[in-house]
């Protein structure tokens, strides 16, 4: 379905597309219920002064303004003005406005899940669109969060992403207290700058980043090569602890980045075998996060980019003198959807959620053929009824044509039966009592 | 919880309150699908063009421009550029040309359901919002769309809506073509006219109405007097046919409108008695509508307005020759919640989606409580675990402030026991296999 969107970085998909997103939808919802999280929605519009609280990215807001005014005028929205209103850019902001707003109705610590649409005005590419869904997950505590929900947080959304119908993927993990301690301890204090270098290895590789950290922070040849020793660090195991000791840095913030990375590892690890990695290149994110940071590729597709991403703050959001400290992972839905179709990864057994279509002997049957499909839907079997009394033939026809399983006759004297049009199998059946293989009450997500 | 949304027009529920929303939409999703509607979903944006095609509410359309164009200047969407983007304001617009770009990969009649939010930059007010949800379905043919399936959406609408946890409702249905022929047959061809005289009848008084067609459209006392009689029917059967036919008009459109509304009613009053009526006043969206038109009031809420409307359009949408007539409804979700929550028609039995607690008996138990909790998921019992190992009452009280109906308890030689912490009771329980009361495996949305 190689279909390009009529208008760019706007994907819609076809009805037997969009059962493989809704496949994705419900999964994740299932999931984050059965860890206690509790759905919200927040309105898809905020102000400007809101967006742009922490200076960012205003060019790839949408703003919002009536096309006219009451004159008769188009206004404008801009970035000046604190009131006027534009779409959300992701459900972070959104959400730690609702948390502030509602502290006084909320249980803390506060587990929520939000899927909802969000959008950015960026130049469309494979893997960015401008409307696109993401489905978060965030704790969030009145006061102090306990370092344990962490660990949770990783178990959660490895479990997540294991039941979604994608290849292998690969949940990296790091510590921004790790980093920023050994930093310190090797005397490079200018963390962000370390970080924004460390950023780029994948892109210019090592020498070129250990020329960078001389040039630009003034660290040492030993400096330079010890941050990139550290960098260089991977472990499918929490063997990491020992490799970054082996590096014989010690600092005090350092040594508690490594035990929180480490009770990560080891839970996640537990949970999810081979598909957790300690990864202490990771300097995405850094910035924002005080502790932990999430990332996460889909093996063989790593050029896509992360599918979903998160970390540890210290302050989601503020009031007064409370604060809100938080942990959460946002998934890239859209982006992981359009890849499962681009790649055939899985796809519906069937384009219509109908398994049964009730054929009509003559116009007057209808009302009876309602009867018939009541009681089958009463048992949760989608259920049609033909429009009009065609030859049979050509009722079978619009059944196979629209992909449902199982035709219905009833004959005049009220004799049932059904017929699978895959088969050709046909027996006698009561509407009261006859149910599908469970592999054909709905459409199922198989993988390819 | 009569909180007031912090963005007027914008409404935000609290996690109890988007627990009956999604009972509503969840309710409705199922209804659709067990009647073989498939979901899609359309990009919020349009182009200006396509929404203002047939010269509708410019006022209303929220235009969409980036905070700051790479020059950094503030764009402005105005609606003479139909280029420009902006946010849809019904779920109809982006169905018809969704229907017109996919018409090659879509099976006729094809039959959706679409669940969205929508905007319009309408003064906000009691049961009118700027962003709300519609959940709208709709049947549409390439070419020719048999009448039954008038009758199967009044069906289909009834049993959505008697699904739901809300008063009494009236389905209002009327037909069109019963409407013109009647005003030709008595000599007024004015359609249009009539129809805005007859509109105000609620509002002005049949005397006043009477008036304006006089004095307007040139009316004689009889023809004026003839069109109050007809708008005076309404029915629970289809007696509202000898009625009309008391009346003395005869017109070949007339009768064939009667008889479509003749069969609507029949059927619709089968499947669900006292909830539909014949009502010959209704002329809102006659304009539009080309057949069968309905409107729903929920009993002893009629100011609310109408929270189902819908009808037949001889064309939803062309392309080039082709012609895709088709029939729907939209249920207005947010006006309903809203007013589900106002009035506490229905509430949801608890505020989370968690079931069980499970207690940590000390901090190192957190692993093995962790395996008891993925146990209990695994049966779809939704389970959280205690980040802390406070003292055990401590640990309850979190339970209960949170509304978590059990507890569950390891002892050190891992005996299992479950608490009911509303009645006290406790007892010795197996994660393998203990469930609660199917009551309590999920929150329940319960009517007052």
Known sequence: MARNASLSGFPEWLPEERLVEQHVLDTLRRTFELHGFSSIETRAVETVGQLLRKGEIDKEVYGLSRLQDDDGNAATATKDDPNALALHFDLTVP????????????SFPFRRYQIQKVWRGERPQEGRA????????????????????????????????SALPIPAFKLRINNRKLAEGFYRGIGLT?????????????????QKVAELLKTELG??????????????????????VEKVR??????????????ELEQVIAAAVKSAPGS?????SIARGLDYYTGTVYETVLVGHEQLGSICSGGRYDALASKGNRKFPGVGLSIGVTRLVARILSQEFAKASRNVPTAVLVTLVDEDSWSEAQDVAAALRA??????????????GKQIKYADKRGI?????????????????????????????????????TPQITLA
Chains 1, 2 share one sequence.
Not at 196 to 204: H, M
Not at 247 to 259: A, F
Not at 276 to 280: E, F, G, H, P, R
């Open 95 to 106: 959400f730690a406005r609702y948390v502030v707003e509602n502290a006084g109705y909320l």
């Open 130 to 161: 401008r409307e696109f869904t993401q489905a978060d997950i965030d704790v969030v505590a009145d006061g102090v969060l306990p370092f344990r929900y962490d660990v949770e947080l990783a178990l959660v959304i490895a479990e997540a992403l």
């Open 190 to 206: 200018d963390t962000a700058g370390v970080l924004r270098s460390i950023d780029k290895l994948e892109k210019i590789g090592a």
């Open 219 to 240: 660290a040492s040849d030993e400096q330079a090569a010890k941050a990139l020793a550290l960098a260089s660090i991977r472990t499918e195991d929490t063997s990491f």
């Open 246 to 259: 082996a590096l014989g840095v010690s600092d005090e913030l350092m040594e508690e980045g490594l035990n």
């Open 276 to 280: 957790v990695v300690a990864d202490l």
């Open 379 to 392: 048992r949760g079997i989608s259920t049609e009824v033909a429009a009009k009394a065609d030859k049979f």
């Open 405 to 441: 399983p199982y035709v219905w006759f009833t004959d005049d004297d009220g004799a049932h039966q059904v017929k699978d049009i895959r088969s050709g199998e046909q027996v006698a059946a009561d509407p009261s009592s006859w149910m599908p293989p469970a592999a054909d009450l």
